[in-house]
């Protein structure tokens, strides 16, 4: 089981760390993503990461290489956590942010890859 945590209301430009703990004994061979979603819209990737090698993916959406990158996904390896750190968080980051387990441990961009998914965590932006 996953447990997605950290979220809350933030005000523009401030920064959030969401957590992904797993109840599992151990994430090795495992990968983990971080998706969100808004009402009547797909769930869409954030980042993933390779437990094993630390390998990680970023959505296009999220990354270009001319701008600071605002979302950086880290493993916590000691406390089994995955970590989503947010920031200059702007209104259109408002949705709720969900973390996958992928077990065949590669990751991707569909949500269709991950088998287990955290109940969410909402992410409210004030301007």
């Known amino acids: 089981q996953l447990q997605a945590s950290g979220g809350g209301l933030v005000q523009a430009g401030g920064s959030l760390r969401l957590s992904c703990a797993a109840s599992t004994r151990s994430l090795r061979n495992y990968a983990i993503g971080w998706f969100r979603q808004v009402p009547g819209k797909e769930r869409e990737l954030v980042a993933f990461i390779r437990w094993n090698t630390g390998y990680t993916v970023y959505s296009e959406s999220v990354y270009t290489e001319s701008v600071k990158v605002q979302f950086t996904i880290s493993p916590d390896r000691a406390k089994r956590l995955v970590y989503l750190q947010i920031d200059d968080v702007q209104p259109k980051d408002a949705a709720t942010y969900y973390c996958?387990?992928?077990?065949?441990?590669?990751?991707?961009?569909?949500?269709?890859?991950?088998?287990?998914w955290g109940q969410g965590t909402q992410v409210t932006v004030s301007s």
């Open positions: 996958g387990l992928d077990q065949n441990g590669l990751g991707g961009q569909s949500p269709t890859v991950y088998e287990y």
